[in-house]
């Protein structure tokens, strides 16, 4: 079974600083990861996908994510953070094929300082 | 124009009592979801349909019970409501059941009192 794991519940960045949120995953094989983002009251929206291939993509709002097989990872990365980014990221994994739905990680809360 | 529906928005319920959520989809999708979140659990996996069957049931308690009366509708039942039930629901759907991207509905936040 497949598993996530985001090591930090909370992160404060300073407005216009870089960002990087971890996510790492669990699985023997090559799975589908996501990063999904929650705005306060709202539902989850899909900010960035990984499917087999380049191993950096590229999100909505200059969000970008690695994959990593070597470190089972998936980070997060922003390079210049805005106070609108202030918002709950959860990273998913997937099994590709089959019968099989995301596993999400507990989130990480993000806080932009001015 | 959203594309996933939840109704209602809000919810206020007694203990005891029951209440329907309802979801639907005009994605085209052909798997549906049902998640619960609360400061208890952040992100909880209830159920999931594809083609109108149950594919996987998380929920341990039986008085949790999707219907889906059309391909693109996904409700959710819930009798002998608990101030423990008290959380966000969401609906969320994808292509198919093939570990693909989710795309989620605003919720309904429910109240028990």
């Known amino acids: 079974a497949q598993s996530v794991t985001q090591p930090d519940a909370r992160v404060t960045v300073s407005e216009g600083a870089s960002l990087q949120l971890r996510c790492k995953y669990s699985y023997f094989g090559t799975p589908y990861l996501f990063w999904y983002v929650q705005y306060p009251r709202q539902g989850l929206q899909l900010l960035l996908k990984?499917?087999?291939?380049?191993?950096v993509v590229q999100g909505v709002n200059g969000f970008e994510a690695e994959f990593s097989k070597s470190n089972s990872s998936f980070h997060l990365r922003k390079a210049s953070v805005h106070w609108s980014d202030w918002a709950v990221y959860f990273c998913a994994v997937s099994i590709p094929g089959g019968n099989y739905k995301p596993t999400f990680g507990k989130g990480t809360s993000l806080v932009v300082h001015p | 124009d959203p594309k996933i529906i939840q109704k209602p928005k809000y919810l206020v319920a007694v203990t005891g009592s029951e209440k329907i959520l309802i979801c639907e989809q005009y994605l085209g999708h052909n798997a549906m979801y049902w998640y619960r979140q609360s400061a208890k659990k952040p992100l909880e996996f209830m159920f999931s349909y594809s083609y109108q069957k149950l594919m996987d049931n998380q929920t341990a308690s039986s008085r949790f019970q999707p219907q889906s009366s059309k391909k693109n509708h996904l409700d959710l039942q819930i009798t002998a409501l608990k101030p423990d039930d008290s959380a966000t629901y969401f609906c969320?759907?994808?292509?198919?059941?093939?570990?693909?991207?989710?795309?989620f509905g605003p919720g309904t936040r429910l109240t028990v009192l």
């Open positions: 969320a759907s994808s292509q198919e059941t093939g570990g693909e991207e989710q795309y």
């Open positions: 990984y499917y087999p291939g380049d191993p």
